[in-house]
T-cell receptor
């Protein structure tokens, strides 16, 4: 079964702290894609990153970084020097290619950055 | 702005009624996806269309149906509405379904069933 687990329901930190959002996925497929989306208070879903299963390189984009480890089926997201504008719900998602192609989302982590 | 347009933004209706949600994908995108976001179920995949044909089905109720038209816009029809159907309904589009292309989401339609 394909599943995405974001164990942290809510995280609250003070501005400028680093914070890591955990994501663990399950799939039997050897080819798949992993995503992170951000949902700010305004409600829209904003794409952050896509990673395919063959590319285990970590990625850094400004204050954002992602750590993909196939050995532990994890795709964690770190925000460095957090800012109030980072407050949002963050979703990790798994795109399944075999069979019913669809994006399966985790339950989301609500991140609150306090000034 | 993702380029995906959903209308209406808000919809308030009564139990037993029928509503239609509309989605215009980004220019050039052939795939359209519908998702339902509720507090208890999170983001649930409902259905996907690719170039007018149904490609994948998720947790879509029999009271719900969808279609994608020749101009690639899509409609999600919800009938015999129940209180539990109150949710945020997202449409997303991508260039091609099978290859993990990133999905661009619309801003959603907030449905309230009273």
């Amino acid at each position: 079964a394909q599943k995405v687990t974001q164990a942290q329901t809510e995280i609250s930190v003070v501005e400028k702290e680093d914070v890591t959002l955990d994501c663990v996925y399950e799939t039997r497929d050897t080819t798949y894609y992993l995503f992170w989306y951000k949902q700010p208070p305004s409600g829209e879903l904003v794409f952050l990153i896509r990673r395919n299963s063959f590319d285990e390189q970590n990625e850094i984009s400004g204050r954002y970084s992602w750590n993909f480890q196939k050995s532990t089926s994890s795709f964690n997201f770190t925000i460095t020097a957090s800012q109030v504008v980072d407050s949002a719900v963050y979703f990790c998602a798994l795109y399944i290619i075999q069979g019913a192609q669809k994006l399966v989302f985790g339950q989301g982590t609500r991140l609150t950055i306090n000034p | 702005d993702s380029g995906v347009t959903q209308t209406p933004k808000h919809l308030i209706t009564a139990t037993g009624q029928r509503v239609t949600l509309r989605c215009s994908p980004r220019s050039g995108d052939l795939s359209v996806y519908w998702y339902q976001q509720s507090l208890d179920q999170g983001l649930q995949f409902l259905i996907q269309y690719y170039n007018g044909e149904e490609r994948a089905k998720g947790n879509i109720l029999e009271r719900f149906s969808a279609q994608q038209f020749p101009d690639l816009h899509s409609e999600l029809n919800l009938s015999s509405l129940e209180l539990g159907d109150s949710a945020l309904y997202f449409c997303a589009s991508s260039v091609a379904g099978p290859y993990g292309e990133k999905l661009f989401f619309g801003s959603g339609t907030q449905l309230s069933v009273l």
